[in-house]
């Protein structure tokens, strides 16, 4: 039996969308902040500012791994097209990570990263994924998203 490493994309999703986040919660659980206001601070912080921030670096600096290993796409010409996407998650990521220390952009983040996480899942959803990779950003994408709902509904 061959054992098959877990790609470097999925260690980083699981990372940023549930191990740093719980790990934060759990460290700051029995401060002023509980419940829901906990959750959304590090899972806004961690999903949405980090993880996205990092995804637009990437994506800006190297759009080649989004265009083929998410989109299947193999020509160069796609590359603009990743780089403003890239634009766009450096954008809501900043506002992810700043919510960390103005608690008034928790909800804003978690409204616009929520509804990014969200369509970008259906979408996935709707074009059937067609590699691991795509299953990974669907799963993670539509995760993310209920979470976001939860907290701005029972904050």
Do not use: C
């Not at 549930?18 to 206001?37: A, D, K, R, T, Y």
Request: net charge positive; no cysteine; glycine share 8%.
């Amino acid at each position: 039996m061959t054992f098959k490493r877990p790609s470097l994309y999925l260690i980083s999703v699981v990372l940023f969308m549930l191990v740093f986040p719980i790990v934060s919660i759990l460290l700051q659980w029995g401060s002023l902040l509980s419940g829901w206001s906990l959750i959304g601070r590090w899972f806004v912080f961690w999903a949405v500012g980090v993880r996205l921030f990092i995804a637009g670096a990437r994506q800006v600096m190297k759009p080649a791994f989004t265009a083929r290993e998410i989109f299947h796409l193999n020509g160069e010409e796609s590359f603009i097209v990743i780089k403003e996407l890239g634009f766009a998650n450096l954008s809501i990521g900043l506002a992810g990570i700043l919510s960390l220390f103005n608690a008034e952009w928790t909800k804003l983040a978690a409204i616009a990263g929520g509804l990014f996480f969200g369509l970008a899942g259906l979408l996935h959803v709707i074009k059937k994924p067609a590699s691991t990779n795509e299953v990974i950003a669907m799963v993670s994408d539509l995760f993310i998203f209920l979470l976001l709902v939860l907290y701005l509904i029972f904050s």
